[in-house]
């Protein structure tokens, strides 16, 4: 399941007893990993109903989070479930209402399928052409010489760079003028010293594509249709078929990611081809 940074996750779990009716067990406690590592410990919860309980958690790390509930005592038993939490900066690039109107479905009951197939598409999207929502990215680095290439593509701007540990700030670097002999080179995030700089910095930019160019917009919607559409022929019992562009030349990527996305996205078929022969 996936919820947006900031939402309450419903979490709950029925215990049932030896002839698998609904009963309270004797403790249950829920215990919620965090993708930093962390973990929220939520201490004994009272049932809601006969072996129903109920904890409602607030979001506040994106990533994947891991539940495991564990109840002891009469009716002992454990389970772990799992949810995504998509990051507000930089996440995905299109939203649920386009995409329903896209595939020209109403009501709500594969909202959340779709979200998932949402997320899909726009991660394999950026995969190929570099971020595409704006995020803020902090990156450090240990630097001999004049020239860094920051390593998430294209760069909007450079926000600020820190000599560390605890240096000043030197906020923010401009293409032209150049701040403190920062200059960034253009958005393929090659940021240049005018001298030569020895230690460790932290820099903090903006990268991603503002405004976000349509293709990359009709290219989301066409994936997130082509891989909807394949779903739901593989659930019907069969190998979901090419379309009539794609049958044309079909390679090993050519199913995930037709034809007609690649065009959209300025990839090349025979570009497609090599990365296939090479990786």
Not at 137 to 154: A, E, F, K, S, W
Request: charged share 20%.
């Amino acid at each position: 399941m996936s919820f947006d940074l900031g939402d309450v996750v419903p979490l709950s779990i029925t215990i049932l007893d030896a002839d698998s009716q609904e009963a309270n067990a004797g403790q249950v406690t829920l215990t919620i990993s965090l993708p930093d590592g962390t973990t929220t410990e939520v201490g004994s919860i009272t049932p809601t109903s006969a072996g129903v309980y109920d904890y409602d958690y607030a979001t506040v790390q994106a990533g994947r989070h891991q539940a495991r509930w564990v109840a002891t005592g009469a009716n002992a038993s454990a389970f772990t479930d799992a949810f995504d939490v998509t990051p507000a900066d930089g996440g995905d690039f299109i939203g649920l209402a386009e995409t329903k109107t896209h595939l020209q479905k109403s009501g709500t009951g594969d909202d959340e399928q779709l979200r998932f197939f949402i997320s899909a598409a726009c991660q394999m999207i950026t995969d190929r052409m570099g971020q595409v929502s704006p995020a803020t990215v902090v990156h450090d680095v240990t630097q001999r010489g004049n020239t860094i290439v920051l390593p998430t593509r294209p760069v909007i701007a450079v926000t600020s760079v820190q000599q560390l540990p605890g240096g000043d700030l030197v906020a923010p670097v401009d293409e032209d003028a150049g701040v403190a002999g920062w200059y960034l080179d253009g958005s393929e995030g090659v940021l240049r010293h005018t001298g030569r700089f020895a230690g460790r910095i932290r820099i903090t930019y903006r990268a991603g594509r503002n405004p976000l160019p349509p293709n990359f917009r009709m290219a989301a919607l066409e994936l997130v249709a082509h891989l909807w559409r394949g779903s739901q022929h593989n659930q019907a019992g069969g190998r979901p078929a090419l379309g009539e562009t794609d049958a044309i030349s079909a390679s090993v990527r050519a199913y995930s990611m037709p034809y007609r996305v690649m065009e959209l996205l300025g990839l090349k078929k025979d570009q497609e081809r090599d990365e296939v022969l090479v990786g």
